[in-house]
């Protein structure tokens, strides 16, 4: 991977190990960005299920009490 290096050293170098680091960090931060933002959805379409379930509630018809 590293034109730089000795022939005689076939490893990876520790600016290739840098590297590799680095891309695997920032895939992690992408799969944790999304995880947040699929939280959020779901959170938000839950409210918006309850609201419209408490919507349908408040709709009904009230009896009246009678007064004995």
Request: charged letters at 35%; hydrophobic letters at 40%.
């Amino acid at each position: 991977m590293s034109g730089s290096g000795d022939d005689d050293n076939k490893g990876l170098s520790a600016d290739d190990l840098a590297l590799i680091a680095a891309v695997v960090v920032v895939i992690g931060d992408i799969l944790g960005l999304l995880a947040v933002l699929a939280a959020r959805n779901e959170k938000s379409e839950d409210e918006s299920a309850e609201a419209q379930v408490s919507g349908r509630k408040s709709r009904r018809k009230k009896k009246k009490r009678t007064s004995t």
